[in-house]
T-cell receptor, first 116, second 114 residues
Framework: ETGVTQSPTHLIKTRGQQVTLRCSSQ?????VSWYQQALGQGPQFIFQ???????GRGNFPPRFSGLQFPNYSSELNVNALELDDSALYLC???????????????FGPGTRLTVL | AQTVTQSQPEMSVQEAETVTLSCTYD???????LFWYKQPPSRQMILVIR??????QNATENRFSVNFQKAAKSFSLKISDSQLGDAAMYFC???????????FGTGTSLTVIP
């Protein structure tokens, strides 16, 4: 177990709706990253938060947004859902701001989002 | 741009045998880590092994070892004495230039044959 939890496990939404996914990081981990993993693909970086500030963003539109809270929890919000947003969403926490220098990221089990 | 390539979408190995999964990458960083992650059907991404690029010695974790060729930008994973529980997707990953994200390969699906 990595100590990183995510909720819900599965979620079904319809196109145009909004969704909020939640992650609880390991205690003491100030960095959380979110990834989208389409079926049969590797995870794609969405963004990273460090101490409640966005600290890096991948090639995702602004309708993907996030929040990080002082209690090591975080959220991924997606507005105006599209069919292509159907994927496994992973969060990962780390103790360092610069992932190139850190030991590792610890991943949660993911939330499977289906958009109909 | 950073890239990471896993050229083997699927691999299979007999139980107790050895298998090697390939990964190549491209980065302009000089000091970085490289990672292999395992993702079983439970979806939990689990760290298998990591390699520090400035260390010439290949990393080893029990039955898992890497063959790291920095000049060739190659980072392969060797699994010895394969077990049924090793069956999973394996992803090679490395950090981007900004140091704020990881690039993952497309994965290799490993089947272990009893």
């Amino acid at each position: 177990e990595t100590g990183v939890t995510q909720s819900p496990t599965h979620l079904i939404k319809t196109r145009g709706q909004q969704v909020t996914l939640r992650c609880s990081s390991q205690s003491g981990h100030n960095t959380v990253s979110w990834y989208q993993q389409a079926l049969g693909q590797g995870p794609q970086f969405i963004f990273q938060y460090y101490r409640e500030e966005e600290n890096g963003r991948g090639n995702f539109p602004p309708r993907f947004s996030g929040l990080q809270f002082p209690n090591y929890s975080s959220e991924l919000n997606v507005n105006a859902l599209e069919l292509d947003d159907s994927a496994l969403y992973l969060c990962a926490s780390s103790s360092a701001i610069r992932l190139a220098a850190t030991d590792t990221q610890y991943f949660g089990p993911g939330t499977r989002l289906t958009v109909l | 741009a950073q890239t990471v390539t896993q050229s083997q979408p699927e691999m299979s190995v007999q139980e107790a045998e050895t298998v090697t999964l390939s990964c190549t990458y491209d980065t302009s960083e000089s000091d970085y880590y490289l990672f292999w992650y395992k993702q079983p059907p439970s979806r939990q991404m689990i760290l298998v092994i990591r390699q520090e690029a400035y260390k010439q010695q290949n990393a080893t974790e029990n039955r898992f070892s890497v063959n790291f060729q920095k000049a060739a930008k190659s980072f392969s994973l060797k699994i010895s004495d394969s077990q049924l529980g090793d069956a999973a997707m394996y992803f090679c990953a490395f950090p981007a230039n900004t140091g704020n994200q990881f690039y993952f390969g497309t994965g290799t699906s490993l089947t272990v044959i009893p």
